[in-house]
Nanobody
Framework: QVQLVESGGGLVQAGGSLRLSCAAS????????MGWFRQAPGKEREFVAA????????YYADSVKGRFTISRDNAKNTVYLQMNSLKPEDTAVYYC???????????????WGQGTQVTVSS
């Protein structure tokens, strides 16, 4: 079992930055790939970024490539999402997830956090 708790969300102006964190419980964190997804009001949840268990491989949705950076610290059981040059369309609830493969679809992940709200004002 892995429990995930996101933090770091908030209200920011367009062009600003936020760093989300996702703290994981359990001793097997380093064996899981991690992903970030988001869900905007009235829309389906969508993939944002993923990172392999070692941190050696990262993947991004085209909409965030060049602006967002995913990273992890296995010693701290934490995965991060650094978000720069934020746009109003980035407004959503952001979820982290843990799974055995770093896919860009929800089915690749077994465990999910409760989400943290990110609001970008124009």
């Amino acid at each position: 079992q892995v429990q995930l708790v996101e933090s770091g969300g908030g209200l920011v102006q367009a062009g600003g930055s936020l760093r989300l964190s996702c703290a994981a419980s359990g001793r097997t964190f380093s064996s899981y790939a991690m992903g970030w997804f988001r869900q905007a009001p009235g829309k389906e949840r969508e993939f944002v970024a993923a990172i392999s268990w070692s941190g050696g491989s990262t993947y991004y949705a085209d909409s965030v490539k060049g602006r967002f950076t995913i990273s992890r610290d296995n010693a701290k059981n934490t995965v991060y999402l650094q978000m720069n040059s934020l746009k109003p369309e980035d407004t959503a609830v952001y979820y982290c997830a843990a799974g055995r493969s770093h896919g860009d679809y929800e089915g690749a992940y077994e465990y999910w956090g409760q989400g943290t709200q990110v609001t970008v004002s124009s």
